[in-house]
């Protein structure tokens, strides 16, 4: 709850709110297409990063749903370089070129999103399964189902997903719909990235 933190190869640097940055409490950084800096906040505000300064776009949207959204879950970018991003509470917010929102409630949750540029689709993990959006139709199609108690955190990886389904890491294929169980831990996973070299990481409470 203390802002973020930058290392110039020496020493490292805070942001805070007083600097411009939407919230303290910043789980999650993502960078678009122009360089800018989204972050994934706790309270749910929006802002950017860019040349040296802070965007906090929460101004603009006092009248918005932000205000009562929970914390940001993910964040996304679209083939067009619109900023796409959901929250705790199943909104998917939308941030255009003009850094206009706007945004629909589909779910009651989102764990996150990923948008893939190739088949312009962008993939939903939700409180209900897996679901691709189609924007031309504007509809959603299931892929999977499967129990929010227990699957919390995820990983995009081109047509596969990673999921975290309590203690256990599953990968799912959205070109085949199947699921496959890649491994047992013995606590509750808490994260999972993956390098460079394709190596799955996964963080445990223990």
């Known amino acids: 709850d203390i802002g973020i933190s930058r290392f110039n190869g020496r020493n490292f640097e805070v942001f805070t709110t007083s600097e411009g940055l939407p919230g303290n409490e910043v789980f999650g950084i993502y960078e678009d297409s122009k360089g800018r800096l989204w972050f994934q906040t706790l309270n749910g505000q929006i802002g950017y990063y860019l040349d040296g300064g802070f965007q906090n776009l929460q101004e603009n949207y006092q009248n918005s749903v932000l205000n009562y959204s929970g914390y940001i879950s993910s964040i996304t970018e679209d083939n067009k370089g619109n900023i796409i991003m959901s929250t705790s509470t199943g909104y998917i917010l939308r941030v255009d070129s003009d850094l206009k929102l706007s945004f629909s409630k589909p779910f009651s949750h989102i764990i996150g999103i990923h948008y893939v540029k190739k088949t312009q689709q962008l993939i939903i993990v939700s409180s209900g399964g897996v679901y691709t959006y189609n924007s031309k139709l504007n ?26 389904n309590g203690k256990t890491l599953e990968k799912y294929y959205l070109n085949k719909d199947s699921v496959e169980i890649i491994q047992k831990f013995s606590d509750d996973i808490i994260s999972i990235s993956k390098t460079h070299e394709n190596t799955i990481y996964v963080g445990t409470r223990s």
């Open 139 to 164: 509809t959603f199609s299931k892929h999977y189902a499967f129990d929010l108690k227990y699957h919390k955190r995820c990983y995009f990886d081109s047509d596969v997903i990673f999921v975290s």
